[in-house]
């Protein structure tokens, strides 16, 4: 199956520093990429959608100047904590979909970050 | 995009297959059925897909009913390194342009013993 590659994998910062996340699209060129986050023992929640050269789509309640979204080339997203606090600590997974993936339409995902903010 | 009903837990012995239901009672004609699952501390894998047909592939088989309003994932041979958290997910398939994009619900709770 298609890899999706996040890094870093585990992520300790202090309060009001910047932390950014990568995803990237091992062997596939993905056209879109979804970013989730996910509390303690509760189920993924998508914070944004972006599409390659164009600006992310955001859910209802996720601030975009909080959390930047950066997809610029068909394999590579980038997710940029801004300013963070200590009630952003969660695990972070991004999400790609194959640019062609016709009937298959099938999202891949990586192994997450888990960001800790002191 | 279509809701679904899962069972919030079950348990399976180690070697026997696991089958886990699931509804979606209000699926439309161009929705499939994906399985996902989740190792804990882990990003959600694919399992499978499918429309209407049953579906095998090396993992699990997926069985539709044929008003395709449930379906039922098996993992025929059950192992301990199956104990996951397992998503069915109704999703329009093709690319339409717009991004269509997985939403999770809360998912099975697959414990395999010994």
């Known amino acids: 199956g298609a890899v999706v590659s996040q890094h870093p994998s585990r992520v300790i910062c202090k309060s009001g520093t910047s932390v950014k996340i990568e995803c990237r699209s091992l062997d596939f060129q993905a056209t879109t990429m979804f970013w989730y986050r996910q509390f303690p023992k509760k189920s993924l929640m998508l914070m944004a959608t972006s599409n390659e050269g164009s600006k992310a789509t955001y859910e209802q309640g996720v601030e975009k100047d909080k959390f930047l979204i950066n997809h610029a080339s068909l394999t590579l997203s980038t997710l940029t904590v801004t300013s963070a606090h200590p009630e952003d600590s969660s695990f972070y997974i991004c999400s790609a979909r194959e640019k062609w993936g016709g009937t298959k339409n099938i999202q891949y995902f990586g192994a997450g970050t888990r960001l800790s903010v002191l | 995009d279509a809701k679904t009903t899962q069972p919030p837990s079950m348990d399976c012995a180690e070697g026997r297959a696991a089958n886990l239901p699931c509804n979606h009672s209000?699926?439309?004609?161009?929705?499939?059925v994906y399985w996902y699952r989740q190792i804990h501390s882990q990003g959600p894998q694919y399992i499978i897909h499918?429309?209407?047909n049953n579906e095998t592939n090396e993992m699990a088989s997926l069985i539709i009913t044929e008003d395709r309003k449930s379906s039922t994932l098996i993992l025929p041979h059950a192992t301990l390194r199956d104990t996951a958290v397992y998503y069915c997910?109704?999703?329009?398939?093709?690319?339409?342009?717009?991004?269509?994009?997985?939403?999770f619900g809360t998912g099975t709770r697959l414990q395999v013993t010994l």
């Open positions: 997910i109704v999703r329009v398939a093709a690319n339409t342009g717009t991004a269509s994009k997985l939403t």
């Open positions: 209000t699926i439309s004609g161009n929705e499939y």
């Open positions: 499918g429309l209407k």
